[in-house]
C-alpha cells in the first residue's frame, strides 16, 4: 500500500509561484512513476507532468511546458511540481499519483495511487 500525502496549495496571485509537495510512503518510492494530474470544478481529471523513476524523463502537458517543473528526491519520498508564471486557469484541485509499475504514462487509468489532492487557486 502507498500513501500520497499533497502540500503547498493556496492562493497566488497571476504571475506568481507556488511550489507543491508530495511525501509518499513505501520503501520502493524510488521505483515508482510519479505524475502530477489537476483536475478543475465541472472537469475532466488532466495531466500535468510526470517523472520517471530514476527522474530522467519528465513529460509536461503542453499547457504548462516551460511554466511548471516536476522533480523528485528519492532519499526524501518526496515529489514536488514548481509552478510559476501562473494564471488563472490553473486554478484546480492538483493530485499527484504513484504508477508502481515503473511505466511512463499520462493516462489517469496507468496510476495505482492517488492523494487526497490540494487546492490552487490562481487570481487575475
Known amino acids: 500500500q502507498v500513501q500520497l500525502v499533497e502540500s503547498g496549495g493556496g492562493l497566488a496571485q497571476a504571475g506568481g509561484s507556488l511550489r507543491l509537495s508530495c511525501a509518499a510512503s513505501g520503501r520502493t518510492f524510488s521505483s515508482y512513476t510519479m505524475a502530477w494530474f489537476r483536475q478543475a470544478p465541472g472537469k475532466e481529471r488532466e495531466f500535468v507532468g510526470v517523472i520517471s523513476w530514476i527522474g530522467r524523463q519528465t513529460y509536461y502537458a503542453d499547457s504548462v511546458k516551460g511554466r511548471f517543473t516536476i522533480s523528485r528526491d528519492n532519499a526524501k519520498n518526496t515529489v514536488y511540481l514548481q509552478m510559476s508564471s501562473l494564471k488563472p486557469e490553473d486554478t484546480a484541485v492538483y493530485y499527484c499519483?504513484?504508477?508502481?509499475?515503473?511505466?511512463?504514462?499520462?493516462?489517469?487509468?496507468?496510476?495505482?495511487?492517488w492523494g487526497q489532492g490540494t487546492q490552487v487557486t490562481v487570481s487575475s
Open positions: 499519483a504513484a504508477d508502481t509499475s515503473g511505466m511512463v504514462v499520462t493516462a489517469t487509468q496507468g496510476y495505482d495511487y
